[in-house]
């Protein structure tokens, strides 16, 4: 398993800007997908964003699409999530995850997951 650790969480008003970061060790990092997931109080986890082995393919979540920006740096073994326009709606912990499987639908679904981060909470105030 890869293990993940995610940081960059906060208290952010509507409109407002975050960057979350996953910091990845263990096994070879350059050859997952990774993803991000977040999950609402009283609702399941879902799919926000999805980036590929070598950062060619990037996935979004309807909701995040023209928002939400997913990057990764391989030789710093890192995968980010720039948010940008946060709405109160955004609000949910969000997890890092990392999976060998490298095709679309199949990266937007968490049971292909085998590693996750422990999340970060994001809050989105009106």
């Known amino acids: 398993q890869v293990h993940l650790v995610e940081s960059g969480g906060g208290l952010v008003q509507a409109g407002d800007s975050l960057r979350l970061s996953c910091a990845a060790s263990?096994?070879?990092?350059?050859?997952?997908?990774m993803g991000w997931f977040r999950q609402a109080p009283g609702k399941e986890r879902e799919f926000v964003a999805a980036?590929?082995?070598?950062?060619?393919?990037?996935y979004y979540a309807d909701s995040v699409k023209g928002r939400f920006t997913i990057s990764r740096d391989i030789a710093e073994t890192t995968v980010d999530l720039q948010m940008n326009s946060l709405k109160p709606g955004d609000t949910a912990v969000y997890y890092c995850?990392?999976?060998?499987?490298?095709?679309?639908?199949?990266?937007?679904?968490?049971?292909?997951?085998?590693?996750w981060g422990q999340g970060t909470q994001v809050t989105v105030s009106s």
């Open positions: 995850a990392a999976t060998f499987v490298s095709s679309w639908p199949h990266i937007q679904f968490r049971r292909n997951y085998d590693s």
């Open positions: 980036i590929s082995w070598n950062g060619g393919g990037t």
């Open positions: 263990g096994r070879t990092f350059s050859t997952n997908t």
